[in-house]
C-alpha cells in the first residue's frame, strides 16, 4: 500500500488539513496530489510544493489515499470519476453527511472508505476528528489516516456509523454553540458596565483558559467547576441561574438533539 495522498478539493477545510500535513512531516509534498479545478486554490496548494491536477484522470493510479474534501452538493458528481481505484487506494472523506453506504454506491462495494467529521478548529491544528470505517479499510490504513488526520487535532474512532449524527451534534456543530457563549459572555459583561472590548477579551480569554485547563487536568470539569465555587459566593450565584431546575443541561440538550435530528435528514 502506497503513502501517496490525493486531496480532492482544496477550500478552507481541504487546505486547512494539508498545510497540517506538510507542516508536520507526516506527509511528503512530493507524494501529495491536489486536485482542484479552481485556479486560486490550485496555485495555494501549489505553493506549499505539491503536485496538483484539475481533475481526476490526471490521478496517478498507485495513489494509496484519496481524500474527498469538497462540498456535499457536488460530491455526487466528483466521486464517480474515482472508481478506478476501488481495491487500491483507500477513500477517506470528510463531507457532511453523506455516508459510507452512498460512496460505496458510486465506488463500488469493495471500496474501502473513512468518513471523517471534523470541526472547524482542525484550521488551526486544534480540532476533533471522528472517524468511522467501512468494513474494508485495513488495520493499516486505519493506522496511517489517523496519524496524518491528527495533524488537525485530536482524533476518536467509532464503531457505530449512525452515532456520526450525533458526533455531528456534539463537536461538529459545537464550536457555533461556544462562540455564541463568548457572544453571550461578552454581551452580559457590556450589560454590567464593562467596556465592549474588554468585555470581548475577558470572555474569549477565560473560555480559552478554562477549556485549555479542561483538558490538561486530571479532574473532571465538574470538579473544577466546583473548586471555582465558594459556598455563597458570586460563582455560586451565576451557578444557581445557570444550573437551577437543569435550565443549562436542558437547553444544551435540546439544541444538540435539534442538530442530530437534522444531521439525520440531511443524510436522507
Same mark, same amino acid.
Not at 500500500?1 to 507526516?26: D, E, H, P, Q, T
Not at 496511517?144 to 455531528?168: K, P, Q, W, Y
Given at each position: 500500500?502506497?503513502?501517496?495522498?490525493?486531496?480532492?478539493?482544496?477550500?478552507?477545510?481541504?487546505?486547512?488539513?494539508?498545510?497540517?500535513? +506538510?507542516? %508536520?512531516?507526516? =506527509?511528503?509534498?512530493?507524494?501529495?496530489?491536489?486536485?482542484?479545478?479552481?485556479?486560486? @486554490?490550485? $496555485?495555494?496548494?501549489?505553493?506549499? !510544493?505539491?503536485?496538483?491536477?484539475?481533475?481526476?484522470?490526471?490521478? %496517478? *493510479?498507485?495513489? !494509496? &489515499?484519496?481524500?474527498?474534501?469538497?462540498?456535499?452538493?457536488?460530491?455526487?458528481?466528483?466521486?464517480?470519476?474515482?472508481?478506478?481505484?476501488?481495491?487500491?487506494?483507500?477513500?477517506?472523506?470528510?463531507?457532511?453527511?453523506?455516508?459510507?453506504?452512498? &460512496?460505496?454506491?458510486? @465506488?463500488?462495494?469493495?471500496?474501502?472508505?473513512?468518513?471523517?467529521?471534523?470541526?472547524?478548529?482542525?484550521?488551526? !491544528?486544534?480540532?476533533?476528528?471522528? =472517524?468511522?470505517?467501512?468494513?474494508?479499510?485495513? $488495520? $493499516?490504513?486505519?493506522? &496511517?489516516?489517523?496519524?496524518?488526520?491528527?495533524?488537525?487535532?485530536? +482524533?476518536?474512532?467509532?464503531?457505530?456509523?449512525?452515532?456520526?449524527?450525533?458526533?455531528?451534534?456534539?463537536?461538529?456543530?459545537?464550536?457555533?454553540?461556544?462562540?455564541?457563549?463568548?457572544?453571550?459572555?461578552?454581551?452580559?459583561?457590556?450589560?454590567? !458596565? /464593562? *467596556?465592549?472590548?474588554?468585555?470581548?477579551? @475577558?470572555?474569549?480569554?477565560?473560555?480559552?483558559?478554562?477549556? %485549555? =485547563?479542561?483538558?490538561?487536568?486530571?479532574?473532571? *470539569?465538574?470538579?473544577?467547576?466546583?473548586?471555582?465555587?465558594?459556598?455563597?459566593?458570586?460563582?455560586?450565584?451565576? /451557578?444557581?441561574?445557570?444550573?437551577? $431546575?437543569?435550565?443549562?443541561?436542558?437547553?444544551?440538550?435540546?439544541?444538540?438533539?435539534?442538530?442530530?435530528?437534522? %444531521?439525520?435528514?440531511?443524510?436522507?
Amino acid at each position: 500500500m502506497g503513502k501517496s495522498v490525493v486531496l480532492v478539493g482544496c477550500g478552507n477545510m481541504g487546505y486547512a488539513m494539508l498545510k497540517g500535513w +506538510i507542516a %508536520s512531516g507526516k =506527509l511528503a509534498a512530493s507524494d501529495t496530489t491536489v486536485v482542484e479545478p479552481n485556479d486560486g @486554490l490550485r $496555485e495555494r496548494a501549489a505553493a506549499l !510544493g505539491v503536485n496538483t491536477a484539475t481533475k481526476a484522470d490526471e490521478v %496517478s *493510479p498507485s495513489a !494509496g &489515499f484519496i481524500v474527498f474534501a469538497v462540498k456535499p452538493q457536488i460530491i455526487r458528481d466528483i466521486a464517480p470519476a474515482y472508481a478506478s481505484h476501488t481495491g487500491k487506494a483507500t477513500f477517506i472523506s470528510v463531507v457532511a453527511g453523506l455516508g459510507t453506504a452512498g &460512496f460505496e454506491e458510486m @465506488l463500488g462495494r469493495h471500496a474501502s472508505v473513512m468518513r471523517c467529521m471534523p470541526n472547524t478548529p482542525a484550521a488551526i !491544528g486544534k480540532g476533533m476528528m471522528v =472517524l468511522f470505517s467501512n468494513r474494508n479499510v485495513t $488495520e $493499516e490504513a486505519k493506522q &496511517f489516516a489517523s496519524e496524518l488526520l491528527a495533524t488537525s487535532g485530536a +482524533i476518536a474512532t467509532i464503531e457505530n456509523e449512525e452515532m456520526m449524527d450525533a458526533v455531528t451534534a456534539v463537536s461538529g456543530s459545537g464550536p457555533a454553540y461556544v462562540f455564541h457563549f463568548i457572544e453571550c459572555l461578552t454581551a452580559a459583561g457590556e450589560k454590567a !458596565g /464593562l *467596556p465592549k472590548d474588554t468585555a470581548k477579551l @475577558l470572555a474569549m480569554q477565560t473560555v480559552y483558559g478554562a477549556a %485549555s =485547563l479542561a483538558k490538561e487536568s486530571d479532574e473532571e *470539569p465538574g470538579r473544577l467547576r466546583e473548586q471555582v465555587t465558594s459556598p455563597n459566593g458570586t460563582t455560586a450565584a451565576a /451557578l444557581n441561574i445557570l444550573m437551577g $431546575e437543569n435550565r443549562l443541561l436542558d437547553l444544551v440538550t435540546e439544541a444538540v438533539e435539534a442538530a442530530r435530528r437534522r %444531521s439525520i435528514e440531511l443524510g436522507k
